[in-house]
């Protein structure tokens, strides 16, 4: 599956920043990568806004062989009702030409050359199921997977090379039994192809509404600039923080865009899953990126340009210049000076995992 256009060039650096509140779970398909793949935090302030809540995570600790089977613009909130989206997206497909796996465990991989895997569960246990994806770099990705026969979609995301491809079946506590461990070498198309689909942690299709909207909003604009402006105004314009969800929220939350649609307000996982779904489903290679911003654990977004390559710098168009601001603090606590001081230059900010 090839991403079928790339947007022209922005000629000025563009990237949007969103604060991730259940980001302390266990990686991919939870929260957020696993404590053992974290680092520690910086001994720095913490900005002004108070920090989302940060949920304990839930690491692999224990991986028992026995009994395995290895081998500022003004945009109106659009109505409720709306029509169905105008586009086609590109989406993961599992067509079976490469599988690995055994008896209880089938992974696709015919594509992961586009920059996903696809897994799914065949056993008759309702116990707890990881997926470890570990990159070439030799960090390791933890995600959940469903109990259901289900395939659910897992990035490429270190680029080309060797990767480990693990499906771990909980035993007791933190302990895990390995169900299916391979390894399988990936030559990806290009360095986008992980980036222009969904995947677990941003999960879409056509028919999700934030989806039509991205489409009818950018009908007709082709600047890359405009572009993610446009999209990124209206998140900020018609979504609200959700505190009470801060407060409660669990290890294994993922986002569901239609809810947090209907609700119009979500954490910053919602946010950062929100507005990376938009931009793909419109073909604009967008990273969902995870780190830290000082000591608080934090989602943004990185855009791909042309002639900028991929734009990391943390910036906001303010209608009459560029400034560094974050988003989903700027949805929930305004555009403080303090704010603005803490986020300084965008040297705060320590990407750790691609999704």
Not at 221 to 249: C, G, K, M, P, S
Not at 292 to 314: D, L, Q, R
């Amino acid at each position: 599956m090839k991403r079928t256009k790339v947007w022209s060039a922005a000629l000025i650096a563009l990237a949007l920043v969103l604060a991730l509140s259940a980001c302390g779970g266990d990686g991919g398909g939870n929260s957020a990568p696993p404590a053992e793949n974290s680092p520690a935090a910086e001994s720095k302030p913490a900005p002004t806004p108070t920090p989302e809540q940060v949920i304990p995570s839930e690491p692999l600790d224990t991986l028992i062989t026995e009994g395995s089977q290895s081998e500022e613009m003004s945009l109106e909130i659009v109505p409720d009702e709306l029509p169905p989206a105008i586009v086609s997206v590109l989406m993961p497909e599992a067509p079976g030409e490469v599988e690995i796996g055994n008896s209880a465990v089938s992974v696709d991989a015919s594509n992961a050359a586009d920059g996903y895997i696809m897994v799914r569960y065949l056993g008759e246990s309702t116990a707890r199921l990881k997926v470890r994806v570990t990159i070439p770099a030799g960090t390791n990705y933890d995600y959940n997977l469903n109990t259901a026969g289900e395939y659910e979609v897992f990035p490429i995301s270190g680029g080309s090379g060797a990767y480990g491809i693990g499906v771990f079946q909980n035993v007791s506590g933190n302990s895990y039994s390995v169900v299916h461990q391979t390894s399988y070498s990936v030559e990806l198309k290009d360095e986008f192809a992980p980036f222009i689909l969904p995947n677990q942690y941003v999960n879409y299709s056509e028919d999700t509404i934030v989806v039509g909207i991205a489409a009818e909003l950018t009908n007709g604009l082709t600047d890359l600039f405009e572009i993610v402006e446009t999209l990124y105004l209206w998140v900020v314009e018609n979504y609200e923080y959700d505190v009470e969800l801060a407060q409660t929220v669990q290890s294994g939350y993922l986002p569901d865009l239609d809810v947090v649609y209907e609700k119009k307000a979500g954490i910053c996982f919602d946010y950062a899953a929100t507005l990376t779904a938009m931009l793909r489903s419109i073909d604009v290679p967008t990273k969902l990126v995870v780190g830290y911003a000082g000591t608080a654990y934090h989602a943004w977004i990185s855009v791909y340009s042309e002639t900028e390559g991929w734009i990391e710098s943390v910036v906001h168009f303010d209608g009459a210049k560029w400034g560094l601001l974050d988003p989903t603090f700027r949805s929930s606590a305004g555009s403080t000076e303090a704010l603005k001081q803490y986020l300084g230059s965008g040297s705060e900010y320590s990407p750790k995992y691609l999704y």
